[in-house]
């Protein structure tokens, strides 16, 4: 009754899209430019100083970074078509006291964005170094997505797909959809297996429309396959190789794939209750994570204990909260600590992010892909994460703590915990050319990283060139 009310109420329109609005938009091109200077008192600098920022913070005590680029943003989403893309080039110099030398310094250069992005009526396409997230809490102030979060290096990639929720055609908005699939790159060149492949595909559903109750769930499935491995050689990078990772089948010359699959897979799921009014949303998820061969609905399997809990609301009535996040973060069962054991097959010890040929786990550029509360040779982990920003008086702030109990893996147990904290500000000044000043202080306290603070300074600069 509470629902052919609501839609009694909705505008009949049998598919309803941006494009069927009128476009008042127009097309820009924008600069950007950025430099930063982070230093800290311990061996390593703080978790939330270069957690979760694309991997352009260098993880030793002090560093410097420069960025400096162009953008086309996406500005036409009531448009049949759109496009965007960015140029974005960072160099970076970091430094920290070894015991073979009192100084060791390092630099590198990269792109922190290279890629095009076009929409075609509801189809997008992408190609090139192009950030990815796969979450239900705002990225801002979540600890991270448990299967592709910010922590790490944008991937290369190509990928082709719905990237936003979109409507079902003849069910009039009350049925979204989107997915995609993606081929990527991974080029750190680790000792392990180097020119590694990526592969990754998700397809969810969304019912509600605009109800003020949505509830939505999305399937991720991904893999790292092919590459050259060190100790095994050439371990299959044609297309007779994806279509077994596509289906997550057996084969290859090794042992471990031919009795599973090829490759190292991932699974996880999203499923999440939206509540939402004038101005505001609450966003209710649960994530989890599964290794094992047959896929299960979140909530059944062996693993069931496991997941990412956690609530997120946003509002724009009152700028100084303005959001606020609380999570829960719990990978300690792993099916338990037995794969097999004395001749009986009880499929545990699933060592999340870790794989027997694939050794540097779920990783890119020595960082997590997905949660950086996790590494693959400390995954069973107890977390409490929150985090909560706003504005006041136009100084932009983010301030977010976390708690972690890690328990190293079931082969090599190590407890360790840390207690993570940032306190970050970001004000515009247009007396001063127009600059935009942040800093942020940060500190880990607990046995895992030790006792350590530090701070970050950033002065970043960007503007129009051209609108059209």
């Known amino acids: 009754m509470f629902l052919c009310c609501a839609m009694s109420t909705q505008a009949w329109e049998w598919w309803p899209l941006p494009m069927a609005e009128k476009d008042t938009c127009r097309d820009s ?258 994530q989890d994570i599964q290794e094992d061969a047959l896929p299960r609905f979140i909530g059944t399997g062996q693993n069931a204990k496991d997941g990412l809990w956690g609530i997120s609301v946003e509002q724009n009535r009152w700028k100084y909260i303005s959001g606020f996040t609380f999570e829960v973060l719990q990978t300690t069962d792993q099916s338990g600590p037995w794969h097999d054991r004395d001749g009986m097959v009880f499929g545990g010890n699933d060592s999340y992010y870790w794989n027997g040929i694939y050794q540097q786990g779920w990783s890119y550029f020595g960082r997590t892909i997905g949660s950086p509360l996790m590494r693959p040779d400390n995954s069973r982990v107890w977390a409490y994460h929150a985090g909560i920003k706003g504005d006041i008086y136009g100084f932009r702030y983010r301030a977010i703590c976390s708690y972690a109990d890690n328990y190293g893996t079931y082969k090599v147990p190590a407890r360790s915990h840390n207690t993570a904290v940032l306190l970050e500000v970001t004000k515009y000044v247009p007396q001063a050319w127009g600059l935009e000043f942040g800093i942020a202080l940060a500190g880990d306290f607990g046995d895992q990283y030790g006792n350590q603070f530090g701070g970050q300074i950033t002065i970043r600069k960007q503007g129009i060139i051209k609108n059209w």
């Open 29 to 286: 091109l924008a600069y950007v430019a950025e430099i930063g200077v982070t230093s800290s008192s311990g061996n390593s600098a703080p978790t939330w100083l270069q957690a979760n920022r694309h991997g352009a913070i260098s993880s030793l005590p002090h560093s410097g970074n420069l960025s400096i680029g162009i953008r086309k943003p996406a500005t036409r989403p009531n448009r049949w078509f759109d496009y965007d893309g960015a140029v974005i080039i960072s160099g970076r110099i970091a430094g920290t006291q070894t015991s073979v030398s009192p100084y060791q310094i390092e630099g590198r250069g990269f792109f922190k964005e290279l890629y095009a992005h076009v929409r075609l009526y509801i189809i997008d396409i992408t190609a090139g170094i192009k950030p990815m997230y796969f979450g239900a809490g705002d990225e801002e102030l979540s600890s991270g997505s448990l299967l592709i979060s910010n922590n790490t290096h944008p991937i290369p990639r190509i990928s082709i797909g719905i990237d936003r929720w979109t409507a079902f055609p003849g069910l009039y908005g009350y049925l979204e959809i989107k997915g995609g699939l993606t081929h990527g790159w991974l080029r750190d060149n680790n000792p392990y297996v180097k020119k590694t492949l990526l592969h990754h595909k998700y397809i969810g559903g969304r019912i509600g429309g605009k109800l003020p109750v949505n509830i939505s769930y999305e399937f991720h499935h991904a893999a790292q396959w092919g590459g050259i491995s060190s100790i095994h050689g050439d371990l299959g990078n044609d297309f007779y190789t994806f279509k077994r990772v596509f289906i997550a089948k057996g084969g290859g010359t090794t042992r471990n794939e031919l009795l599973n699959a090829q490759g190292n897979h991932l699974l996880s799921q999203i499923l999440c209750v939206t509540v939402k009014g004038a101005g505001w949303h609450v966003n209710a998820y649960w």
